[in-house]
């Protein structure tokens, strides 16, 4: 089986930027009993996406400077007809542009990712460094080969899917891979894992900071380590 990285353009200038006065994180507390510096609360967002655009001149995809990653109705469209898995939608509301007018914009969806591709592989590099025995914050090392990070056996079958514990990362099949490129949909990268170099590491928290308990609990039996 290939996979992907689904990623954004290189280049940042047509990125969506949240709208301040209305987004806003939730509060993460500072709870862990030895170092409070830790955050142990959920993360992520506290409403749905609000966001400006630079243009009305709007790309298939769309990503948001927190690598949020939006869709228009055409790939919305595309993905349904072609049974792709492992993702929900949630509304978007563009509510400025920098340049052009609001009435040109077409309609925005943000793709969740719910599929689940297990742990990233020992085999890839990844090495757990740190995790706190007071809230179990946890430090990895980098992915040094990224075409050895996947386990078929723990992988869900999910067309789009996390990489635990790269959470903000969305990796992809070949099905996703080959709409993209059939149908030369813009504002996107499709990468092959071979092509992805090492990465600088990662912080991850527990499972339930990410996703809801019954989730979280059925995930947490696809940790290695």
Not at 78 to 99: D, I, N, Q, S
Not at 187 to 209: H, M, Q
Request: glycine share 8%; aromatic share 10%.
């Amino acid at each position: 089986m290939d996979f992907y990285m689904l990623d954004s353009p290189e280049s940042t200038r047509k990125r969506a930027e949240w709208d301040d006065d209305i987004m806003a994180f939730l509060p993460e507390g500072h709870d862990c009993p030895v170092d409070p510096e830790h955050p142990t609360g959920k993360t992520g967002r506290a409403c749905d996406l609000h966001i400006t655009l630079p243009s009305d001149k709007v790309d298939d995809f769309v990503w948001t400077w927190y690598h949020e990653c939006l869709i228009t109705e055409k790939v919305l469209r595309l993905f349904r007809e072609a049974g792709l898995t492992g993702y929900e939608t949630k509304p978007v509301t563009v509510t400025g542009l920098k340049r052009g007018h609001l009435g040109n914009v077409p309609r925005l969806h943000e793709v969740v990712v719910t599929g689940w591709g297990g742990q990233a592989r020992k085999e890839s590099g990844i090495v757990l460094l740190e995790r706190c025995p007071g809230c179990g914050r946890e430090v990895y090392g980098p992915i040094l080969d990224w075409t050895k990070a996947i386990d078929e056996k723990r992988w869900d079958g999910s067309d789009f899917f996390v990489l635990w514990p790269l959470a903000n990362f969305i990796f992809v099949t070949e099905r996703v891979a080959s709409l993209v490129r059939k149908h030369g949909l813009k504002g996107a990268r499709v990468i092959p894992l071979a092509e992805i170099p090492p990465n600088d590491g990662c912080f991850a928290g527990k499972l339930e900071r990410y996703y809801p308990p019954d989730v979280a609990k059925a995930r947490e039996r696809d940790l290695l380590f």
